[in-house]
């Protein structure tokens, strides 16, 4: 068997294009950008009880669906086969049952199926289709399954359902968004996260008795503004293992619940005894208990690259578990306490499942996701750079340099600028076929993570609360500018692209610096904070209230940073594209820009995916967006 490390090692940096002679040959866009990759969006993977199966959602075949597969051995499962996506595995306590979602259209509003772990038996437990449901979690003893939905049209609330006879026991008020549902080993308790504090930008752990009841409030941060999330509880349940970035960073800490719980399992009061696991400079999050419950593993980002670590309770003792260059997520413990499977992706890899067995150095990978037909030697690897922003700042981004064989003969490359959504959210050394194809079609990439990125602490990531569109925007203008004073990409010839707030920022960005760009191509971006607001779901209301502000007190705010009411001042033309079913930025937010872009006489181009959602889960369609993007590309900053 070839070495797998291989194809993902690291090429040697430059901010100039390289060559790499006849080894360069040109991809198919539908080998590149139609690569199945293994979901690392909606619930990633699980591993089976007794650790010796995988369950995970894969679009092999052009469609998400779940399959499993053994952590020895090459044989694959498909277990589901259907038109809409099936995400979010998760593995019954006897192993005999897997739960996942399924959703209609791209519309995220995911019902809850079961079914035998051999896939037959397929069964639809909740059927409340103008809600959605997400964060399932089996019972100890397999009966039920906690999770969330907004089943109120409103807030996600945490619910309760009966496998057997599909009962559903209501313990959220649904005033506030609950999240990560998790059960106590006993069963008695869930533990969940919510934002139920007099301040919205802060979160908590509460408990709550599986058979209803009040929910208590997990002291965590001691008075301290933060966040405390992902509560996971040891296996003797006397602990739970967190994330919180009160201290600045993100770090693992332990609330040791010894004194809170009487002997029938009710609440003294007494506040939590915290201990901080993680010590670094580094955000550390996901922490995942060691059934011997000596420890946890966890990730930890680093210049946009995650690795997998392990922690020891006693000790505090730290040590990589898996850190292949790249982006690992979901880490897994298996019943050894030693084996780990979890996914990776790199730059010139797609999201696969990987597994480091019990005494194994080298971590093997599951799947193989890219095709025969891609050389990985033939993709760029991104170097992480930082720039000067306009205040001072630095800013990190990843740049994508094209190889020398890729150029046109056009001299110094056209450029495009990738703005990720969110905009809590980060550009990673992952795969990214976006950048990737852009780069081999000559184009260098620059990827920033502007203020309000994640994964490079508390401060940097709250930079732009209650100022999107101000010195993010700054941070994007600045990029460009780097790029031309650097002389890495022609600054004439410069594209915005982004999805979502990425999309926000793309049209933004062409109305307010309109002499910065020579096009721009938007998908399902925001053109209105306003009327987003009115239309997009209960739960993305109070993330917009909490990041941006009251709707009411800060209209002047919701105004001015929309791309709708600088429509006129947009003279680069414009791509946009829009799916019709999606639930977060609806498709009347692409209508009346495009309204707008209409009346001004704007050179615009706008197309609609009437069976997608908020991004394109489809291959053809991700396929058919990226061709359109190129051609608006090479016809405007090619000219």
């Not at 499977?341 to 799947?367: G, K």
Request: with cysteine; net charge negative.
């Amino acid at each position: 068997m070839a070495n797998p490390l291989v194809e993902i090692q690291p090429g040697p940096h430059s901010l100039r294009p390289t060559s790499i002679g006849p080894r360069f040959h040109e991809i198919a866009i539908e080998d590149l950008v139609g690569a199945p990759h293994v979901d690392h969006r909606w619930g990633g993977i699980d591993l089976s009880p007794d650790g010796r199966e995988i369950a995970f959602s894969w679009d092999r075949t052009g469609n998400n669906e779940v399959f499993v597969a053994p952590v020895r051995g090459d044989r694959i499962y498909q277990l589901t086969d259907g038109s809409d996506r099936s995400v979010w595995p998760r593995w019954s306590p006897d192993g005999q049952w897997i739960a996942y979602l399924r959703d209609t259209g791209g519309d995220e509003r995911f019902q809850i199926w079961v079914m035998r772990r051999d896939g037959r038996r397929l069964r639809q437990l909740t059927s409340a289709t103008a809600a959605g449901h997400r964060d399932i979690a089996w019972s100890p003893d397999g009966t039920r399954l906690a999770f969330v939905s907004n089943s109120t049209g409103h807030r996600y609330g945490l619910e309760i359902v009966e496998v057997a006879s599909g009962a559903r026991l209501v313990l959220s008020d649904f005033e506030h968004d609950d999240a990560q549902p998790r059960w106590s080993p006993d069963g008695r308790w869930l533990v969940f996260s919510s934002r139920r504090d007099a301040a919205r930008t802060n979160a908590d752990l509460f408990l709550i008795p599986s058979a209803g009841g009040e929910a208590i409030c997990l002291d965590t941060r001691a008075g301290t503004e933060g966040e405390s999330v992902d509560g996971h509880w040891s296996p003797d349940g006397r602990m739970i293992a967190f994330t919180t970035n009160v201290r600045g960073r993100s770090e693992i800490s332990l609330a040791h619940l010894d004194g809170m719980l009487d002997e029938a399992g009710g609440p003294r009061g007494r506040s939590p005894r915290i201990v901080v696991l993680t010590n670094s400079i580094y955000d550390s999050t996901e922490p995942a208990w060691r059934p011997d419950g000596r420890g946890v593993v966890y990730l930890q980002a680093r210049e946009s690259q995650v690795a997998v670590r392990r922690v020891f309770v006693a000790s505090h003792a730290d040590s990589p578990v898996a850190d292949l260059p790249g982006v690992h997520k979901f880490a897994h413990v298996g019943p050894d306490s030693e084996t780990v499977a979890f996914l990776h992706a790199s730059a010139r890899r797609p999201h696969d499942v990987w597994v480091r067995l019990q005494r194994a150095v080298v971590p093997q990978p599951i799947t193989s996701s890219l095709s025969a037909r891609v050389d990985p030697g033939t993709l760029v690897q991104p170097v992480h750079v930082r720039y000067p922003s306009a205040d001072g700042r630095e800013i990190p981004a990843l740049l994508y340099v094209p190889f020398a064989e890729a150029l046109r003969g056009e001299g110094t490359p056209p450029a495009i600028v990738h703005i990720h959504g969110g905009p809590l959210g980060q550009h990673l050394a992952w795969w990214d076929p976006i950048s990737q194809w852009f780069a081999h079609r000559g184009y260098v990439v620059l990827a920033p993570n502007i203020r309000g990125s994640t994964g490079y602490g508390r401060e940097f990531q709250e930079a732009n609360r209650g100022d999107w569109g101000g010195d993010d925007l700054g941070d994007v203008v600045a990029g460009v500018r780097w790029l031309g004073q650097e002389g890495i990409a022609g600054p004439k010839r410069i594209g915005a692209f982004g999805g979502s707030y990425g999309g926000f920022m793309t049209m933004y960005a062409l109305a307010r610096e309109p002499a910065v760009w020579a096009a721009g191509v938007s998908y399902v971006g925001v053109v209105s904070w306003k009327t987003l607001h009115e239309t997009t779901r209960g739960d993305l209301r109070e993330y917009l209230e909490r990041e941006l502000g009251d709707p009411v007190g800060a209209a002047e705010l919701y105004r001015d940073r929309s791309p709708l009411t600088h429509a006129r001042s947009i003279t680069a033309p414009l791509l946009i594209l829009q799916g019709a079913n999606d639930p977060r930025v609806p498709q009347s937010e692409a209508e009346q820009l495009v309204a707008a872009l209409r009346e001004s006489k704007t050179t615009f181009d706008y197309h609609v995916y009437p069976d997608e959602g908020h991004g394109f889960r489809k291959v053809e369609h991700r396929v058919d967006m990226l061709r359109r993007a190129t051609e608006w590309f090479d016809r405007h900053l090619r000219a």
